[in-house]
């Protein structure tokens, strides 16, 4: 059992910038995938990025590339999502996720990912 609980979300203005924090307590093992993810009123939830534990390889949607960066910081059991340049269409609730396994056929597929943190609102006004 993991459980994740996601910080950092706030109202920020176009080209801001947020950095979401997110918590995993309970086993970490070393396979272990995190990931991002996000959901705007309306709209199905999507992948944002991912990262893996054991050797910090890091995906990213095309949409959020050059512009977010994913780490992850294993002292502290903590994956942060850094959000820059921030554009009207950011605005979601963000999801932290993570799986035991990482695939590259489906890590950017919510219903692959078994644990998931209650979301933080991210909101960017222009």
């Known amino acids: 059992q993991v459980n994740l609980v996601e910080s950092g979300g706030g109202l920020v203005q176009a080209g801001g910038s947020l950095r979401l924090s997110c918590g995993a307590s309970?086993?970490?093992?070393?396979?272990?995938?995190m990931g991002w993810f996000r959901q705007a009123p309306g709209k199905e939830r999507e992948f944002v990025a991912a990262?893996?534990?054991?050797?910090?390889?890091?995906y990213y949607t095309d949409s959020v590339k050059g512009r977010f960066t994913i780490s992850r910081d294993a002292a502290v059991n903590t994956v942060y999502l850094q959000m820059n340049d921030l554009k009207a269409e950011d605005t979601a609730i963000y999801y932290c996720a993570s799986r035991p396994e990482f695939s590259r056929t489906d890590y950017y597929i919510p219903r692959s990912y078994t644990w998931w943190g209650q979301g933080t609102q991210v909101t960017v006004s222009s």
């Open positions: 990262v893996t534990w054991r050797n910090n390889a890091k």
């Open positions: 309970g086993q970490i093992l070393s396979s272990y995938v």
